[in-house]
């Protein structure tokens, strides 16, 4: 994929592969291909579609009901959502040439009332299906309103049209659509598809375009592979943009050719460091003997920016003219080109480099370690290994980079678990990363390391067991479940009840429900977390006993996770509780009020009128959770509160809502019988919000302004001292 530069293809590829990865998805189901509402088309040649699109007709298609033949378009069929259809698809798409049924079942997904997915599918499929049926489908929807199904269909056509006539002419007829989004899409198509007519089409679009369009379009010229392209490409690089002189050079690049290779040349040597790297790989990329050279010279220039991008676009290069130049910058003292160097031996997996690799792990700088390290893991072999061995042996800055690698390599487990379980009985700062490597380990004698060090007291148990629950397997958990009951202190108890919980195994849940009634509220607190992930009715009836611990952190952690189970009975608890006026009552409002907005509306009233400042204060915080209606009317009879501060914070709720109404309440609030507080507090709203309607009341608003807001206020209007 070109750098900055995304195809549509690229998108399609992604969301196909999304839905086949999350498959199978409940709902949204499709109308399936043989079913009396599907639309049906017989076998057609090229022709309609498109052309009818540009002439302002539609194409029509047949009614002939198509025979279940196959069992792959029978399983099109049976399809029940996105994800399965795509998968059936693309099997059918294999077999689907030359069958005029299957080529039309396939072809019936690509019209509008499928889910868009599906349309993509559908498409992605039929661009493997060569024949004038799947071509006439494909340009029946290069006139869609949906951007991804069309420009879909432009590059399905595009792709096939080097040795596909009707694709070709499909695809270049909307390359003169009167459409301007379809038009450039389909240049951009052409262009990727090395299509040679497309070339001169490109190159008018570009005078015309500027921004993402014109890269994407100089991307797509250079893609045609048309060397008379080459000035107009150049042209480019005079832009201010670096993204846009980048795509330039890269296209450069794909076209190759003398010209081209003289223009990346120039770069290389006198362009900005961003110029130099995107010349470099543009050189590279061209396969020119000529470009080789001038990269293997520019190793050796006395511009370090010009140096180093020849070096990392030679990196994917062959040769043993490449490999003399990399064996000489291994020898650099800048860390960036041993880096560039080491990483062309791991590309080309060259075991000869091993022994000199090894050696620059004691003489190299050491910011190129980490590299070297990487590439000896890459090169694999029992030297490599040994190399790598020998340096998380070692204890130094690069001994947990070995270590990770060394764990990762063919025949170095075993070495990794010795090294990690000294490093990681020894304690200090290094044992977190030994763990880690050990919690990779499936082996006992690893995990039993892990659960040696969490029953301790070291700084490190609480990772021990964070370690074991990632393990999952069921003696980490019977490990955790005994420093549940038996940790020598009650944080690490709650730590082990965190790791424990984190396992989501419902055997545990009897043993959290037991915490949770704990002496020691921070164990409490762990225990009714845990509760909350683990769900249940046992969870909840845990969660309601804890909703009224006298540790108010258990009491509103207890509280918060009722309003996450999402069950009528928690939500009815909380109303109790929200209802009762105690301790749990406002934290109870405002869980309620995220997690039912509708039942925490119907109780604010209620509230607003009997309930405790604080219970009212609750209210006020909550209501941009409730119902915009019920917000408003809440918010503005708060206005009148008795208490100051509860206005005041009705005053900043309103200013948050936003909207006329808003404004008008808090314009009628300076007005009225409110305290002074009160009355400055929405004044101050009001020049903060700069709205039309304090403008038009700007007098009225000033004199109600505070002094910190008058000094910052940059509100003008009109000088009305009353309200209309």
């Keep these: 994929m070109r750098q900055g530069v995304w195809k549509v293809s690229t998108f399609v590829a992604l969301a196909v592969a999304g839905f086949l990865a999350l498959r199978p998805l409940g709902g949204h189901e499709a109308t399936a291909p043989g079913s009396p509402n599907a639309p049906h088309h017989a076998a057609r040649s090229g022709g309609g579609g498109l052309f009818a699109w540009l002439g302002g007709g539609s194409s029509s298609s047949s009614d002939a009901t198509p025979a279940r033949t196959g069992t792959h378009l029978q399983q099109l069929r049976d399809a029940r959502n996105p994800g399965e259809q795509c998968e059936a698809l693309r099997v059918l798409a294999l077999e689907a040439t030359g069958d005029e049924e299957a080529t039309d079942a396939i072809g019936d997904l690509t019209t509008q009332g499928n889910p868009r997915t599906t349309r993509l599918c559908a498409i992605s499929a039929l661009e493997k299906v060569r024949s004038g049926a799947s071509d006439s489908y494909l340009s029946d929807v290069v006139g869609d309103s949906d951007k991804w199904v069309r420009n879909s269909a432009l590059h399905a056509l595009a792709s096939r049209a080097a040795d596909d006539p009707d694709a070709r002419s499909a695809a270049l007829a909307a390359a003169h659509a009167p459409d301007e989004e379809t038009r450039l899409e389909a240049l951009i198509a052409l ?111 006395g511009h370090p920016a010009e140096r180093l991008a020849a070096l990392q676009a030679l990196v ?13 910058g291994l020898s650099s003292s800048d860390p960036r080109v041993v880096s560039a160097a080491a990483s062309w031996y791991g590309a080309h997996a060259d075991p000869s480099a091993v022994p000199e690799l090894t050696a620059l792990l004691q003489s190299a700088p050491a910011q190129a370690h980490a590299q070297i390290v990487s590439v000896l893991a890459g090169i694999g072999g029992d030297q490599a290994r040994e190399a790598i061995a020998a340096t998380a042996r070692a204890g130094g800055s690069d001994a947990m980079t070995a270590l990770s690698s060394l764990s990762n390599m063919s025949g170095g487990r075993d070495e990794a678990r010795r090294i990690a379980l000294g490093i990681a009985k020894g304690g200090g700062s290094r044992a977190s990363n030994a763990l880690a490597v050990l919690g990779q380990d499936s082996s006992a004698e690893a995990r039993e390391a892990i659960a040696s060090i969490a029953r301790g007291t070291g700084e490190n148990a609480g990772e021990a067991m964070r370690v074991l629950a990632e393990r999952g397997d069921s003696e980490s958990v019977r490990a955790l479940t005994d420093l549940v009951r038996g ?161 005041t914070s009705a005053v900043s709720g309103l200013a948050d809502l936003g909207g006329a109404s808003a404004q008008q309440s808090l314009l009628d609030l300076l007005t009225s ?33 505070s002094d910190d807001s008058a000094k910052d206020s940059d509100v003008h209007g009109d000088d009305d001292e009353d309200l209309d």
């Design 191 to 301: 262009g990727d598809a090395h299509l040679p007519e497309a070339s001169s089409l490109l190159q008018d679009a570009i005078a015309h375009e500027t921004g993402d369009r014109r890269e994407r379009l100089i991307a797509a010229l250079g893609e045609t592979h048309d060397a008379a392209a080459v000035s107009t490409i150049s042209a480019m690089l005079a832009d201010g943009s670096s993204q846009t002189r980048s795509v330039a050079l890269e296209a450069l690049g794909s076209i190759g050719g003398d010209a081209a290779v003289k223009v990346l040349e120039d770069k290389l040597a006198n362009g900005s460091r961003e110029d130099a790297i995107a010349a470099a790989r543009a050189l590279a990329k061209t396969g020119d003997p000529g470009a080789k050279q001038t990269l293997i010279d520019a190793t050796s220039s």
């Design 316 to 328: 994917q290069v062959d040769g043993d003219d490449v490999k003399k130049t990399m064996h000489a």
């Design 487 to 647: 940790a020598k202190t009650p944080e690490l108890r709650s730590e082990a009840i965190s790791a424990l919980a984190s396992t989501s195994d419902p055997k545990t849940t009897p043993l959290l429900i037991a915490a949770a009634s704990d002496k020691d509220p921070s164990v409490r607190r762990a225990a009714v977390a845990g509760l909350v992930r683990a769900g249940g009715d046992g969870a909840e009836r845990a969660l309601v006993t804890a909703s009224s611990d006298s540790d108010g952190g258990t009491r509103e952690s207890a509280i918060r996770g009722l309003a996450q189970l999402h069950t009528q009975s928690a939500t009815a608890e909380l109303e109790r509780i929200a209802g009762g006026g105690g301790d749990g009552a406002p934290s109870a409002f405002r869980a309620l009020a995220t997690s039912s907005p509708d039942r925490a509306a119907a109780l604010a009233d209620r509230t607003m009128t009997s309930g405790s400042a604080d219970m009212r204060q609750a209210v006020i915080s909550s209501a941009s959770s409730l119902p915009a209606a019920d917000a408003q009317r809440i918010l503005s009879s708060a206005l009148h509160d008795g208490d100051p501060d509860v206005a």
């Design 673 to 705: 019988d409110a305290s002074d507080a009160v009355k400055h507090a929405a004044a101050d709203a009001l020049a903060r919000s700069g709205s039309d309607m304090a403008q038009q009341h700007q007098g009225l608003v000033d004199r109600w302004k």
